[in-house]
C-alpha cells in the first residue's frame, strides 16, 4: 500500500472503507515496545528503499523512533537481522552476502 509519502511499503495499512481514515505503521506497532507513528514519519523512513532493495525473507527488521538531536523532528532507524546466518546486518538495503551471492560489482572485482 502506498504510504502518505507516496512509496509502496508493505507495513503501512491505510483503512478508508466508507468513510473511515485509519493508517498505521504495522512495522512500528509490532515492535517491543510499540513505537509511536505519525504519516510525517513515513517521508524520511527507509523500509520502503529497503523492501524494494532486498526481499529476502531471512531478513527481520527491527524499527526505532528516535530524534537525533531535541531540535530535529523524529526519524525511524531501522537495525536488520539475518535469521539464517544469526548476525547482524551492517547494509539492510544489500544483505548479509550469505542468503544471496552479491553481484561482483558490491564486491569489488568489476571487470571491464
Known sequence: ????A???CRYFYGDYHRGR???????LNSANPPQ????????TCPVPGILQANAC?????????HRPFFILKPRVKI???CEKTKRIVEEPHVGCGE????????????ER
Not at 509511536?36 to 517521508?43: D, G, S, T, V
Open 99 to 110: 542468503c544471496h551471492d552479491l553481484p561482483d560489482v558490491f564486491l569489488g572485482q568489476d
Open 36 to 43: 509511536e507513528w505519525n504519516p510525517q514519519l513515513c517521508f
Open 6 to 8: 507516496g512509496q509502496e
Open 57 to 65: 525473507e531471512h531478513m527481520k527488521l527491527k524499527p526505532t523512533v
Open 21 to 27: 481514515n485509519r493508517e498505521e505503521c504495522r512495522l
Open 1 to 4: 500500500m502506498k504510504t502518505p
Open 79 to 81: 537495525e536488520a537481522y
